[in-house]
């Protein structure tokens, strides 16, 4: 996963258009170091760390991100981020998503408290038909997970409202947000994520869009991104074989 966003990165390099990334590098093998790279935009709040949680001005994290993950994203920055395989417990539905938050939210939560299992941050919602429903969320089929601290805690396991898996790693392309949560928020991140895609076609969509929220109902000025896992498309000399020396016997 690290290495793809590498190439990629190294692709956005070579397009002239393009703002130059400086993606972290790993210095430990056993323990890489999660990654993310600013492709466009630029914010004026200072994104710091604070124990196991981030702030950035007003913004701030209740609790802590699972193992491995990447910092939050800074409102109206788009970035390139590499996230590890992650725990996770899902409550899948087709209600209208903005509606249907509550309905997943309890059965996840009351999952995780009969385990004692402590709340991380985000909350993931996956669509997984967006492109069809965005415009009849009558339509729309959602995911919305909790996420285990680590792959080590808890077990795999489903009942009739939750399941619980392990995720791939996932390379995305993300939008940093602030605001209330709603699905009109989470259309409008999708439409500025793909106009970036459009612009960057060393990228392509590899996946269904996500939100990630990040903050609790008694925090006013919520922090939230949206993310298309992504991968970067292989360029010709990549993809072809060279063509045979004509004086080649």
């Given at each position: 996963m690290f290495t793809s966003l590498?190439?990629?990165?190294?692709?956005?390099?070579?397009?002239?258009?393009?703002?130059?990334?400086?993606?972290?590098?790993?210095?430990?093998?056993?323990?890489p170091v999660p990654?993310?790279?600013?492709?466009?935009?630029?914010?004026?709040?200072?994104?710091?760390?604070?124990?196991?949680?981030?702030?950035?001005?007003?913004?701030?994290?209740?609790?802590?991100?699972?193992?491995?993950?990447?910092?939050?994203?800074?409102?109206?920055?788009?970035?390139i981020k590499a996230y590890p395989g992650a725990r996770r417990a899902?409550?899948?539905?087709?209600?209208?998503?903005?509606?249907?938050?509550?309905?997943?939210?309890?059965?996840?939560?009351n999952h995780i408290k009969d385990r004692d299992i402590p709340m991380t941050s985000p909350v993931e919602v996956a669509y997984l038909n967006y492109d069809e429903a965005k415009d009849d969320t009558a339509k729309m089929q959602w995911e919305m997970s909790f996420l285990y601290q680590s792959t080590d805690v808890g077990k795999i396991e489903s009942d009739e409202q939750v399941s619980v898996n392990d995720s791939e790693p996932v390379t995305v392309v993300a939008i940093g947000q602030s605001g209330q949560y709603g699905f009109s928020r989470t259309k409008q991140g999708m439409a500025r994520l793909k106009a970036w895609l459009a612009d960057n076609p060393e990228w392509e969509a590899a996946g269904p869009p996500r939100s990630l929220s990040y903050?609790?109902?008694?925090?006013?000025?919520?922090?939230?991104?949206?993310?298309?896992?992504?991968?970067?498309?292989?360029?010709?000399?990549?993809?072809?074989?060279?063509?045979?020396?004509?004086?080649?016997?």
């Open positions: 590498i190439a990629g990165a190294s692709l956005l390099c070579a397009a002239p258009a393009a703002p130059t990334p400086e993606p972290v590098v790993d210095t430990d093998p056993e323990t990654q993310s790279v600013v492709v466009q935009g630029e914010s004026d709040l200072d994104l710091r760390k604070d124990g196991e949680t981030w702030r950035a001005g007003p913004l701030v994290i209740e609790a802590a991100l699972p193992v491995g993950y990447p910092a939050p994203t800074l409102p109206g920055v788009i970035e899902t409550y899948t539905s087709t209600m209208n998503p903005d509606r249907g938050s509550s309905r997943g939210f309890w059965p996840l939560f903050n609790g109902p008694y925090i006013r000025v919520k922090w939230s991104e949206m993310q298309i896992p992504v991968r970067p498309v292989a360029r010709p000399s990549e993809t072809q074989p060279a063509p045979k020396d004509a004086d080649a016997s």
